[in-house]
């Protein structure tokens, strides 16, 4: 699976940004899609998932971010709301074949990643 990420840039907390993640090589609805992020210094963070028609989320954006997918465009999407400044970091999307679905939410579950897209939110 080749992965896509594009959307990132500047925004002012409080607004909002859309992220994209489009895949090729693998039938797109077979896949388990998740989003990442990294801040400078900090650890890889898990962000959201999206398991068939379920969706989970960290509880750093549950009720700000979005994780959404179209099957006919190949593509997944972070739509992200209300931006804090705490959420700059580079966004990686991944994509799995796990069944677990608490796995979902730790990195070394996804075999397939993007090359990432700088989110800069400004205070």
């Known amino acids: 699976v080749q992965l896509q990420a594009s959307g990132g840039g500047l925004a002012q907390a409080g607004g909002s940004l859309r992220l994209s993640c489009a895949a090729s090589?693998?039938?797109?609805?077979?896949?388990?899609m998740g989003w990442f992020r990294q801040a400078p210094g900090k650890e890889r963070e898990f962000v959201a998932a999206?398991?068939?028609?379920?969706?989970y989320y960290g509880d750093s954006v549950k009720g700000r971010f979005t994780i959404s997918r179209d099957n006919a465009k190949n593509t997944g999407y972070l739509q992200m709301n209300n931006l804090k400044p705490e959420d700059t970091a580079i966004y990686y999307c991944?994509?799995?074949?796990?069944?677990?679905?608490?796995?979902?939410?730790?990195?070394?579950?996804?075999?397939?990643w993007g090359q990432g897209t700088q989110v800069t939110v400004s205070s």
């Open positions: 999206i398991k068939d028609f379920s969706t």
């Open positions: 991944a994509a799995s074949t796990t069944a677990i679905t608490s796995a979902l939410r730790t990195d070394n579950s996804y075999a397939y």
């Open positions: 090589g693998r039938t797109f609805r077979t896949i388990r």
